[in-house]
């Protein structure tokens, strides 16, 4: 089963715009990360936030974390139409043994 | 390029068909998790492999079973696939769990 939720399912902007994506997950966590897909294709990590962690900034990234609202958003900062992709949040359970139990996306798409 | 080589990048069987799909992990991870991704949802975890040991599941019957090698390779195999097995496999190695490297994932078609 799905532990996050993502929010919006889609988005869609202008290039230069910011984009924000919400995620939402249920159980304690070690930590919670952000990965980017292409069309189908495998999973590039981007960023990952352990849960003594308010905010962390990579690039155009930036991640916040709420453990009490058990809630993170990611934002992409000045957009680019190579930003377009699905981005997921996957989070790092307590207990879990490492696995990590993702949610179900945002589809970005950028247009140019 | 990132290190984790899947093969085959894409294949199709028959319903009640049994299948093999193989990764190749970076040398020196010595854990392996595959996942289940199908079209338009998020990775779902199957199983992971520490040491050669699997050492977590997911919610997937036991005709999902893999095999992680010394060499840092691993498998997953499913017997009498289903046509909800058609999906992404995607396979994801690590040094003790900590920042995982993902595949490409092998597309695997069911009919």
């Known amino acids: 089963s799905q532990q996050g939720e993502e929010d919006p399912q889609a988005l869609s902007i202008q290039e230069g715009e910011n984009a924000t994506m919400n995620c939402s997950y249920k159980t304690s966590i070690n930590n919670l990360q952000w990965y980017r897909q292409n069309s189908g294709r495998g999973l590039v990590h981007l960023i990952l936030?352990?849960?003594?962690?308010r905010e962390k900034h990579s690039g155009r990234l930036r991640v916040t974390l709420d453990t009490s609202k058990k809630s993170s958003s990611l934002l992409i900062t000045a957009s680019r139409a190579a930003d377009t992709a699905s981005y997921f949040c996957?989070?790092?359970?307590?207990?879990?043994?490492?696995?990590?139990?993702f949610g179900s996306g945002t589809q970005l798409t950028v247009l140019p | 390029e990132t290190g984790v080589t899947q093969s085959p990048t894409h294949l199709i069987k028959t319903r009640g068909q049994q299948v093999t799909l193989r990764c190749s992990s970076q040398?020196?991870?010595?854990?392996v998790s595959w996942y289940q991704q199908a079209l338009g949802q998020g990775p779902q975890f199957i199983f992971q492999?520490?040491?050669?040991?699997?050492?977590g599941r997911g919610n997937f019957p036991p005709r999902f079973s893999g095999l992680q090698f010394p060499n840092y390779s691993s498998e997953l195999n499913v017997n009498a696939l289903e046509l909800d097995d058609s999906a992404l496999y995607l396979c994801a190695s690590s040094f003790e769990g900590h920042g995982y490297t993902f595949g490409s994932g092998t597309r695997l078609t069911v009919v």
């Open positions: 936030i352990r849960s003594n962690e």
């Open positions: 996957a989070t790092d359970a307590k207990g879990s043994a490492r696995q990590l139990t």
């Open positions: 040398s020196g991870h010595n854990t």
């Open positions: 492999y520490y040491r050669e040991e699997e050492n």
